[in-house]
């Protein structure tokens, strides 16, 4: 089954999606910082580099699956919360655009819990009228994860949609994971050693990595990342990895930040030198990206921003194959459905 993926970033979950059997046959990205990575990533995929909104839909190619995550921030908790308001909120149209112009058989489109707040709560039940009656229509399903549950070591909570077309004759479900949760000894244990810190400026020490992309932001911490522990143990998953390299989870070889009071904690005096900001690959870990997933920039930022921003490749994989799944089982159903009317007919 072919796909064709929108705000691709650097292909988190287009990845997830080949994984599973799919064959994504088009991207569309429009920042340029990303382009040599998901290119060289994805080297099968036709990557349009043009903005949404200037893409008609006679130039998508006709496919079985429409993905794509439309930019978080201004849905996001941390953000400005203006939703739909903002025009990086309002990519969301263009997004349902294409697809009533497409009619593929499902879409999934993925944004951060943030959308859930009741202040946004008029403009999420307009998205979703919009999905259901895009076209002949689709019976959307919609849901809350945390990708701690979907084989991915970090907490990271974000909306789903995923719908399947109206004349399929069935509604997408949620299948619950069942994996053992991934601690942080599990996933970036054997990259404890070898770790580089950026070079001047937060540019890269591309060259000087023995593993890629195993290098971390240096540079002082805000009193807003110094308000909070920002330090998980061995034994427990990561935080939530953001697309800002400065807001970065700190490695967990730190002991945890020590309280001082409301907003206010410090690192252990006498281990200061413990505390570092995890690396880009550590993050890419977290973010269940493989080892040979290489990220191309040449500032740091970039490579924080591309990880924080993906969807992770593990928990993409589970959906995409649950998807796949109940669309040949609905095929299969309907197979001996239609032989029985012909055996009854005879």
Known sequence: ???????????????????????????????????????KNHPHTVLDKRSIVDISSEEVPNCDGIIGGPPCQSWSEAGSLKGIADKRGQLFYDFIRILEAKQPKFFLAENVSGMLLGRHSEALTNIKELFKNAGIGYELSFELVNASDYNVPQDRKRVIFVGIRKD????????????????????????????????????????????????????????????RNRV??????SFTIQAGGRHAPLHPQAPKMQFVEQNKRIFVPGKEDLYRRLSVREC????????????????????????????????AKFLAESIRQQLLENEAENQVKSSLKETVSA
């Not at 890419?284 to 921003?305: E, L, V």
């Open 284 to 315: 890419a870990r977290i973010q269940t990206f493989p080892d040979n997933f290489i990220f191309h920039y040449n500032n740091i930022t970039a490579g924080y921003k591309m990880i924080g921003n993906a969807v992770p490749v593990n928990l």
């Open 232 to 237: 998980r143990g061995w034994d427990e998953q």
């Open 168 to 227: 399929l004759n069935f509604k997408f479900d949620f299948r619950k994971p069942t994996f053992s949760k991934i601690t942080l000894e599990n996933a970036i244990e054997d990259l404890k050693e070898n770790v580089l810190p950026a070079s001047d400026q937060n540019k890269s020490n591309y060259d000087k990595c023995l593993v890629p992309n195993h290098e971390y932001m240096t540079g002082s911490f805000s009193t807003i990342f110094m308000s």
């Open 1 to 39: 089954m072919n796909v064709v993926s929108f705000f691709a970033g650097a292909g988190g979950l287009d990845l997830g999606f080949q994984q599973a059997g799919f064959n994504v046959i088009w991207a569309n990205e429009y920042d340029k910082e990303i382009w040599e990575t998901y290119g």
